[in-house]
């Protein structure tokens, strides 16, 4: 008899008089009712034992977290909660589970107790969920640009440049750390070093799909980056997942298109195909909202805000013009914001961004047109020579989900940026070379896989949407 996942029992349309399945137990009640799940679905199964047919042996190891065999027939359930159960005839005990030492108890654990057990934690209802969903959209980020004659580009995770200055780089070596090579200025050699030269894990795969878009006209990347800069926010992780689709022939509105485009169908993916998941991560975050105070809650459900993003139109506005309400914004007034917006061409903080979106338009915002200093050397330049072609994406309870532009397609130009930065043309030859060979306007953006998980799943920590998070002093696991 083969297996049967709960998922599939439980969207079954009649009763089955042999079925078979495997799970782990999430409850047992009144040496009875044994509540088994498989992580195939939300829900457990409804497992009936006749306690009178099993030995006591068997029945004290039947603990919260026990992996069991299961056979029985398929019934409708007598009991509320779920509409099939099975009466069990042969129960196997796979693996034993000592219950006072299992770190997962059937109670409300901290998120932060979790994190020290996220080898255990996907056996919570909460994380299997978010895990789920998380598998959920990277099926759709593939779909969407599979069926939107998108290229996927294996980028190298090993790269000698800094993409974009975006943060500070891990460096991979195979020098000895106790006695490296010096140089001739007693500076490490790293030409002696296994690939000849200094190499780190990479920050964004954007640089080598732009040659392949130069190519194969649409393409995208999705893959992990690195970043070691010590900002141990609930927003950044030193190791998390980019989506970065580059396009040939595409200026700056089209790249807005295509972001926004992108995000509604991701959102709509996992409303079509994951609403139990996301029911149930609903239900946690209303009740997490009811131990805030009345302020500081938000008045939409999880699925009422992604339905909201949606549904509506994302607002587009210049960096001038978010520069104008912010200075007139009453913490800007009150003098509230840590960072006080004076003059145009201050960088925008995440207490800026949030102001925006949470207060003042209520729903996502692309802002476009940032002052050139304040962006990357890439960027292409506005006519006002002061302005590039760049845009940020911006979420509520997220602040940035999206950062892209247009890339300078003119060689002189890039060229001079280069250098006002401090880069060396000739370190990113290849790079340049496609502004020499039959250059045309083009872009692209990333998309921080993680903080879009963060927004799908209603949680405030991006350590708990990745399986094993790495941060600054953690890479346990
Ligand atoms: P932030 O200002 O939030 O640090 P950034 O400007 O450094 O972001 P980009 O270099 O534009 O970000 O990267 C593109 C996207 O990658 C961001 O919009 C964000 O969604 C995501 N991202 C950037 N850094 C991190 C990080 N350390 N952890 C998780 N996601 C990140
Ligand atoms: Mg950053």
């Known amino acids: 008899m083969k297996n049967n996942s709960v998922k599939d029992l439980l969207l079954n349309t009649g009763t089955q008089s042999q079925v078979k ?7 047992f009640r009144a040496n009875r009712f044994i509540a088994l799940n498989d992580g195939s679905c939300i829900d457990s199964i409804q497992c009936v034992i006749d306690f009178k047919n099993f030995d006591d042996s068997t029945l004290k190891k039947i603990n919260t977290g026990t992996s069991l065999e299961i056979t029985g027939s398929l019934v409708e359930s007598q009991g509320s909660g779920q509409k099939f159960e099975i009466i069990v005839s042969k129960l196997e005990i796979l693996g034993e589970c000592d219950s006072d030492k299992f770190p997962i108890q059937p109670k409300k654990h901290s998120f932060e107790f979790l994190r020290d057990n996220a080898h255990l934690r996907t056996r919570t209802s909460t994380f299997s969920a978010i895990m789920r969903l998380r598998s959920s959209l990277s099926f759709a980020v593939h779909s969407y640009f599979n069926s939107n004659g998108f290229y996927y580009v294996h980028t190298p995770i090993i790269t000698t440049s800094d993409a974009e200055g975006a943060g500070e780089q891990f460096r991979v070596t195979t020098l000895d750390p106790k006695n490296p090579p010096l140089n001739e200025k007693n500076e490490v050699d790293y030409s002696k070093d296994f690939f000849g030269k200094e190499t780190s894990l990479t920050v964004s795969g954007q640089l080598e799909a732009e040659t392949y878009a130069m190519s194969l006209g649409k393409v995208y990347t999705f893959g992990p980056t690195f970043r070691a800069e010590n900002s141990n926010t609930s927003r950044h992780l030193s190791e998390f997942w980019m989506i970065e689709p580059e396009v040939a022939f595409m200026d700056l509105n089209g790249n807005m298109d295509l972001a926004e485009d992108f995000l509604k169908h991701l959102l709509n ?65 009150k003098k509230k914001f840590k960072y006080l917006i004076e003059n145009w061409g201050a960088d925008l903080q995440s207490e800026h961004e949030r102001y925006l979106v949470e207060k003042h338009f209520k729903c996502p915002v692309i802002i476009y047109d940032y002052p050139a200093n304040i962006k ?76 879009l998980i963060m927004f799908a799943t209603g949680m405030s920590n991006i350590r708990d949407v990745i399986p094993f998070p790495r941060t600054p002093q953690n890479a346990e696991f």
């Open 269 to 333: 993916h996992i409303i079509k195909n994951n609403i139990d998941d996301l029911s149930f991560l609903e239900q946690r975050l209303t009740n997490e909202e009811k131990t805030k105070p009345q302020n500081l809650r938000s008045d939409m459900s999880l699925i009422d805000k992604i339905r909201f993003v949606i549904d509506n139109d994302f607002k587009r506005i210049t960096y001038t013009e978010a520069i104008e309400i912010l200075k007139n914004s009453k913490p800007n007034k």
């Open 21 to 27: 399945v495997n799970g782990w137990v999430r409850t």
């Open 376 to 451: 990357a050397f890439y960027m292409k330049l506005n006519e006002d020579n002061k302005t590039v072609k760049a845009m940020d994406i911006l979420f509520p309870g997220i602040g940035e989900i999206v950062g892209g532009s247009q890339r300078e397609e003119n060689l002189d130009i890039l060229n001079c940026k280069m250098k006002d930065i401090g880069v060396n043309p000739e370190d990113l030859w290849w790079y340049t070379d496609l502004r020499k060979f039959g250059t045309a306007k083009h872009s692209g953006f990333g998309l921080g896989f993680e903080r």
